[in-house]
């Protein structure tokens, strides 16, 4: 945890992104290549700030009570700060910085930041066949949601360039973000 606030320090991370996120569509052909991307974002929650910031598309704004169901994959990967993450299938799990969490279409779920601490992450919603096939064959499933994997730059360098690509929304960019998915 201190290796990874170190980083967002020296990074200044905290002040350059205090929230930074994109909605996207997808059309037939995106949808053919196995893997699209619906949101990405970055999002700095300040201790005792309300939560979930009022400012997010209808179909994702949620009370963190009262939980959600979303109709496609995420990940959220908190690299500073925790809170709590509870899902239909796995129960309350304490997250904290440099955990992933993968949330599941049709899966009931809540998450939200420490009053204590709050939290900052990266985000990324997708759909597709190759992800239902990863879950399919049980790769990743939702009894087991949390992963440490710790603090990784090129995962936050993966999460940056995704907002890059999909700000810019030029020619390819759903082609590319899949791949940013998929890494």
């Excluded at 009931?108 to 009053?115: D, E, I, L, Q, R």
């Excluded at 992963?147 to 690509?165: A, P, R, T, W």
């Amino acid at each position: 945890s201190s290796l990874i606030m170190n980083y967002v320090q020296k990074n200044n991370l905290i002040d350059r992104l205090p929230m930074n996120y994109q909605y996207l569509d997808a059309n037939r052909i995106d949808e053919l290549w196995g893997l699209y991307v619906t949101t990405i974002g970055f999002q700095s929650i300040a201790a005792n700030m309300p939560y979930p910031p009022s400012c997010h598309p209808v179909a994702y704004s949620f009370d963190p009570h009262q939980g959600r169901t979303l109709d496609e994959y995420q990940i959220l990967y908190l690299i500073n700060g925790k809170g709590q993450f509870r899902s239909a299938s796995c129960g309350l799990r304490q997250i904290n910085a440099g955990d992933m969490i993968l949330s599941f279409p049709g899966e009931w779920h809540s998450y939200m930041p420490s009053a204590q601490t709050g939290w900052e992450g990266y985000w990324i919603g997708f759909k597709g066949a190759t992800i239902d096939g990863l879950i399919s064959n049980r790769f990743f499933s939702p009894e087991e949601p949390v992963v440490d994997v710790g603090f990784n730059e090129q995962m936050v360098s993966l999460f940056k360039q995704g907002l890059d690509i999909a700000q810019l929304q030029k020619p390819g960019y759903q082609s590319m973000l899949a791949g940013t998915a998929q890494m």
